[in-house]
């Protein structure tokens, strides 16, 4: 059955849009064909991979198995909400330093899952890090530098209390 064409407010990155879709539309699609927010990536479009990860009320979620009309009333963030090029937010400030990317395909998912991992965990151990991680593919093998960001970003937050 075809899902019925809804319009809907959304609340992404602190403001408001009015977007119009039907209301089984995966959220990725919605982010980024209708609102231009192309940080979050499709990989699998399964749920499985992780590229596509935002957070909603201050969960990771996996946005392309994630309804349009599941969204209305909830806090989205994508990586646009996170910091800028001239003042990246920490968690971006020690993925770069510690060259946690090949190709970069994986990082959105990578960083919104730390994100959202360091604000309700501030000092995980590698153990807990490995396990929150442990669903976010990287085909290019950069799990050692990604980690080695996560531990680094850990520290940056703590002086760092940026929302
Ligand atoms: S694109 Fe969403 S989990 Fe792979
Ligand atoms: S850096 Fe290429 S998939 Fe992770």
Do not use: W
Request: aromatic share 2%.
């Amino acid at each position: 059955m075809i899902s019925p064409n809804i319009t809907v407010t959304l609340e992404v990155n602190g403001e408001k849009s009015d977007v119009s879709a039907m209301a089984d539309t995966p959220l990725l699609l919605v982010l980024r064909n209708d609102l231009a927010l192309n940080g979050p990536k499709y990989g699998c479009g399964l749920g499985e991979c992780g590229a596509c990860t935002v957070i909603i009320d201050g969960m990771a979620a996996r946005s392309c198995v994630f309804p349009l009309s599941g969204a209305v009333g909830r806090e989205i963030v994508t990586l646009e909400g996170l910091g800028t090029r001239q003042a990246p937010h920490p968690v971006q400030q020690a993925f770069i330093d510690e060259q946690a990317a090949q190709c970069g395909y994986c990082l959105n998912g990578m960083i919104m899952t730390t994100k959202a991992l360091l604000d309700r965990n501030p000092d995980p151990s590698e153990a807990e890090i490995r396990n929150e991680l442990s669903g976010n593919l990287c085909r290019c093998g950069t799990h050692i530098e990604i980690l080695r960001a996560v531990l680094r970003a850990a520290r940056l937050m703590t002086v760092d209390r940026r929302p």
